[in-house]
């Protein structure tokens, strides 16, 4: 099937090292991020999130860091595995909405 | 969780025609989203479907073009009218959930509807 990162940049990653993927937001008044990965034909899906009085969480193998003042996001992925390729996603909301709003993209590649 | 079903999951359609894309919940929900992807882009929210009400189109969307159903509390339709090439997408249908212990937000996707327009 086709995949939905044709043209999205590309990160190239040897398997067993760290991945750190970025992502800037554009609104300061979001309060509430998430990483979504979404594998080719399917949708995307929620890896982990962070709030806006945090600037660090972390899950099992990735590590959302959180930088209000420039705003800026990134995901660490730890020990990357094969199946970890995908297209990742950052999405943030403002407090008192429901809508996100995504950011552009990255496609990772795991290198054997 | 919420388990999110589309059909159909690809079409290949000659321009002028329209499609009709349905999505499926496993559990009842207030509101569900609708969001176009185009080649090599990200996800643009084409609008909000609210049982029982008109849905809410973003800028740019239109009901003319993308007419949407929402019966029920499952179910929902996203119809993509008088179809272009540059209509030629990935249409993915979301609802609101919690992850965890429920004060994790998220959206929860649909596989989505993958459409070559001709």
């Known amino acids: 099937g086709e995949s939905v990162g044709l043209h999205l940049p590309t990160l190239s990653v040897q398997e067993g090292d760290n991945s750190i993927i970025n992502c800037a937001y554009s609104?300061?008044?979001?309060?509430?991020f998430i990483w979504y990965k979404q594998e080719s034909g399917k949708g995307p899906q929620f890896i982990i999130d962070i709030r806006s009085n945090m600037d660090k969480r972390q899950g099992q193998r990735v590590t959302v860091l959180l930088n209000k003042t420039v705003k800026h996001l990134s995901l660490q992925i730890a020990a990357t595995q094969p199946g970890d390729s995908a297209v990742y996603f950052c999405?943030?909301?403002?407090?008192?909405?429901?809508?996100?709003?995504f950011g552009t993209g990255t496609r990772l590649k795991v290198l054997a | 969780s919420a388990v999110i079903s589309q059909k159909p999951s690809r079409d290949i359609c000659q321009r002028g025609t329209s499609l009709t894309i349905q999505c499926q919940v496993d559990?009842?929900?207030?509101?569900m989203f609708w969001y176009r992807q185009q080649p090599g882009q990200s996800l643009t929210l084409i609008a909000t479907a609210n049982q029982g009400s008109e849905a809410t189109y973003e800028s740019g969307f239109v009901i003319d073009k993308f007419p949407i159903s929402r019966p029920n509390l499952t179910f929902s339709t996203l119809t993509v009218s008088n179809m272009s090439p540059e209509d030629s997408s990935i249409y993915l249908c979301?609802?609101?959930?919690?992850?965890?212990?429920?004060?994790?937000?998220?959206?929860?996707f649909g596989p989505g509807t993958r459409l070559l327009v001709l």
């Open positions: 609104n300061s008044a979001s309060d509430y």
């Open positions: 979301s609802v609101p959930g919690f992850k965890g212990t429920g004060d994790r937000e998220t959206q929860y």
């Open positions: 999405a943030e909301k403002a407090s008192g909405t429901y809508k996100y709003i």
């Open positions: 559990s009842q929900v207030t509101m």
